[in-house]
């Protein structure tokens, strides 16, 4: 059973930059494929970016792409969001999500349901 504690969240001004990180305990990090989602008030909970288990393969929501990088550390057993540039759109609960999964050949999963674990989030706040 994994635990997922995020951090780094916090009210930034529009074209600022914010590192979310994500501590995981529990289970081996290294076999977990990571993901990091966010849910904006009234709207459904959304991929924001997703990391195979050696870190080496990413994939990003478009939303995200050229602004945002997420890395692991696996030694550590933490994934990070950096977010650069970011938007009043941005704003939004950040989560981070764990998972077991071995699907084919797939390195990384950008649906809710593929993941087994959440952490309970960080409020990122872009003012404009």
């Known amino acids: 059973q994994a635990q997922l504690v995020e951090s780094g969240g916090g009210l930034v001004q529009a074209g600022g930059s914010l590192r979310l990180s994500c501590a995981a305990s529990?289970?081996?990090?290294?076999?977990?494929?990571m993901g990091w989602f966010r849910q904006a008030p009234g709207k459904e909970r959304e991929f924001v970016a997703a990391?195979?288990?050696?870190?080496?393969?990413?994939y990003y929501a478009d939303s995200a792409k050229g602004r945002f990088t997420i890395s692991r550390d696996n030694s550590k057993s933490t994934v990070y969001l950096q977010m650069n540039r970011l938007k009043p759109e941005d704003t939004a609960v950040y989560s981070c999500?764990?998972?077991?999964?071995?699907?084919?050949?797939?390195?990384?999963?950008?649906?809710?349901?593929?993941?087994?674990?959440w952490g309970q989030g960080t409020q990122v706040t872009v003012a404009s």
């Open positions: 990391i195979s288990r050696s870190g080496a393969i990413t």
């Open positions: 999500a764990a998972t077991y999964r071995h699907q084919g050949g797939r390195s990384y999963y950008i649906l809710n349901e593929e993941y087994d674990y």
């Open positions: 529990g289970g081996t990090f290294s076999s977990f494929a």
